[in-house]
């Protein structure tokens, strides 16, 4: 064969490879700046969660003031235990999902941000049920 022929076997035309079958489309690249924001606002928000969790405890020195007014302890003890743990397992929730949606490449960045703000919701649940259980701690 020349260089000009241009004429192909039968069986060479049967043994070139086809196009390739199409893939599913690929996931969407992800965003590094909604990758770094979101590790930021992790961290940044267990800092708050630390602090909670610290305001929380001194929490207990409300009791300290019911010698002669009549205080409900139990209701102490509840929102002790509401304002130490409950921004805790808030923010847990909060961080699995915000790497959740990291791993499947959608916008996290959002999520610690609502996980801080419920978090707080529920330290300052926490906070009135001790209030409300010490009479006169308003005065």
């Known amino acids: 064969m020349t260089m000009t022929d241009n004429s192909i076997s039968p069986s060479l035309s049967s043994t070139t490879p086809s196009a390739p079958a ?3 489309p690929s996931k969407p690249a992800a965003k590094v700046w909604d ?3 979101t590790i930021a606002l992790v961290l ?6 630390g602090v909670l969790v610290i305001g929380g405890a001194l929490l207990g020195f409300a009791g300290d003031s019911c010698g002669e007014i ?3 302890f139990t209701q102490i003890g509840i929102g002790i235990i509401v304002a130490v743990f409950a921004p805790v397992i808030v923010f847990l ?3 699995v ?3 959740v949606a990291l ?3 959608k916008l996290a960045w959002w999520i610690p941000l609502v996980g801080v703000v419920l978090a707080i919701l529920a330290w300052v649940a926490g906070f009135l ?3 409300t259980a010490v009479d006169g701690f308003y005065n």
């Open 97 to 99: 999902l915000a790497i």
């Open 44 to 49: 940044v928000g267990w800092t708050v969660i």
């Open 103 to 105: 791993v499947r490449r």
């Open 129 to 131: 049920m001790v209030s």
């Open 35 to 37: 990758i770094i924001l």
């Open 22 to 24: 199409p893939d599913k």
């Open 93 to 95: 929730i909060a961080t």
């Open 70 to 72: 009549s205080c409900s």
